[in-house]
């Protein structure tokens, strides 16, 4: 597949051509200089032919951050077979402009002069300047007016072989469909009392036949059927503070410099994916943009911050990222928070374990299992992003968690711990009726929804569904994900 970069200065359009071109706004776009920090990565339909389209950072210079833009998005430019340089038609040619334009195509490459804000015909004479740039593949647009677009578009797709048209009937696959997430209805909690065991015996032969029955769960509760396909993609989202190691964890989980690093509090603004395969999975990682405590957030992080939400609706798994050289704070644990919300699998991952005081291990394990019980079942790494410590026992962790997030027990296995669990301690009465559960189910993973089929729903306080979730985590490896329950009528719709 083609490889198209787009590349210039600041503040010249590259991101909202880019939105352009993919039909979708995924780059955020501002008047600040320096939006665009990271190479944003998306495959593009042009014409009826299929690219993979680069949109990079602006080509300045000044501050480490500004440098360090300009350098992932030169190498980004050097890597792509056709190059879009785009630059300010409303100003005048830049001598900078005229150096880095020819060095690229002194490279051979397809190269255009994209000359943007040509809003009108009046406009349009600012082109006889552009001249100067020694190329005749000029095409003097206007992005957000969307005005002349169609030869650049007709000489982009002229770039690109025969062999990367794409059928009419696929090109709406191109896209990644999100799948609509389903809430998950409150539970009741009253308080009862009862020394019946409140379990009603069927034997498997029965069991089958209630399950086949699908009309307890109602139209949007039916028994999802397992994906095989869903299984071997995981998405997953890097998420922490500012400054933890978000964009150094996802370059060493690649093994390549991905996301531009520096010590720029807020250095990521666009989310970052890049997909890997290992061991036969899919994985897609999302460097989200470091969050900070409302007050701290200007310009363009609020933009950043809704995008962050976005991810996390869409992901399977979150590496809750924390910086273990400082003292934890209360933002982790609100961070923490949006992912316990999304119902996320998820690890904790401790980076930067070689600057801090390791002889505090159990200390700062123990302070993280406190300060984050939501995710008790969270499981804790310890490594360093930079120097890559134990950077490769994530990737094995991460497939044994997806396979717990998606796995599905046995309808009889799972009423085999509930009828243990009942015998130990039974279900307490309300207002002296008795409470009876007729048998449990799981209806979905992803994470996994145990359904409880049961007299009064009402009567399953919230503390006895704890202490089935614990059994039920006694019994199977869940390790990593949260096991939801909802309580049942039968025939219930």
Not at 120 to 148: A, C, Q
Not at 176 to 197: C, L, V
């Amino acid at each position: 597949m083609k490889k198209i970069a787009i590349v210039g200065r600041p503040n010249v359009g590259k991101s909202s051509l880019f939105n352009r071109l993919v039909k979708k706004r995924d780059a955020i776009t501002s008047e600040l200089a320096g939006t665009t920090r990271d190479v944003k990565r998306k495959v593009a339909v042009i014409n009826n032919k299929e690219a993979l389209l680069l949109d990079t950072g602006g080509l300045d210079k000044g501050c480490e951050l500004f440098d360090k833009i300009k350098e992932m998005s030169l190498k980004a430019a050097y890597a792509a077979d056709i190059i879009l340089y785009m630059v300010d038609g409303k100003g005048i040619p830049e001598d900078d402009d005229k150096k880095l334009f020819y060095e690229l195509q002194a490279m051979g490459k397809d190269i255009a002069l994209v000359v943007n804000k040509i809003d009108n015909d009046k406009m349009k004479e600012k082109l006889w300047d552009y001249y100067e740039f020694g190329t005749g593949d000029i095409f003097g647009i206007s992005v957000s007016h969307n005005r002349n677009t169609v030869e650049l578009l007709e000489w982009i797709a002229d770039k690109i072989p025969q062999s990367d048209t794409v059928k009419e009937e696929e090109e709406d696959d191109i896209e990644i469909i999100e799948q609509e997430s389903i809430s998950d209805e409150e539970f009741f909690s009253n308080t009862h009392d009862e020394e019946d065991d409140g379990f009603t015996y069927w034997d498997e032969d029965e069991m089958d036949g209630i399950i086949e029955d699908d009309s307890i769960f109602g139209n949007n509760d039916r028994i999802k059927e397992f994906d095989e396909e869903d299984i071997n993609h995981i998405k997953i989202a890097i998420i922490g503070r500012t400054n933890v190691g978000k964009s150094s964890l996802l370059n060493a989980l690649l093994g390549e410099e991905r996301s531009v690093v520096s010590s720029v509090a807020g250095t990521t603004i666009d989310p970052i994916d890049e997909t890997i395969e290992y061991k036969d999975k899919q994985i897609t990682f999302v460097d989200t943009a470091g969050l900070r405590r409302r007050g701290k957030i200007v310009g363009i992080e609020k933009y950043a911050l809704m995008r962050t939400k976005e991810m996390l609706e869409n992901a399977n798994m979150a590496l809750i990222v924390l910086d273990a050289s400082e003292p934890f704070k209360d933002l982790d644990e609100k961070i923490a928070g949006l992912v316990d919300s999304n119902r996320l699998a998820s690890i904790i991952v401790l980076n930067k374990w070689d600057i801090s005081k390791r002889e505090e291990h159990d200390k700062i394990i123990k302070e993280i299992r406190d300060r984050f019980k939501f995710l008790s079942y969270a499981p804790i790494i310890t490594l360093s992003a930079k120097s890559h410590l134990r950077v490769d026992k994530l990737h094995d962790m991460i497939l044994e968690i997806n396979e717990n997030y998606s796995q599905r027990i046995p309808t009889s296995k799972i009423n085999e711990v509930i009828e243990r669990a009942l015998r130990r301690h039974t279900l307490p009465s309300v207002s002296g009726q008795v409470i009876r559960i007729y048998y449990a189910t799981q209806y979905e993973t992803r994470p996994p929804k145990i359904a409880i089929v049961m007299n009064k729903p009402k009567g399953l306080h919230f503390t006895y569904r704890r202490y089935l979730t614990n059994k039920l985590r006694e019994a199977f490896n869940f390790t990593g994900t949260p096991v939801l329950f909802k309580a049942k009528k039968r025939g219930e719709k």
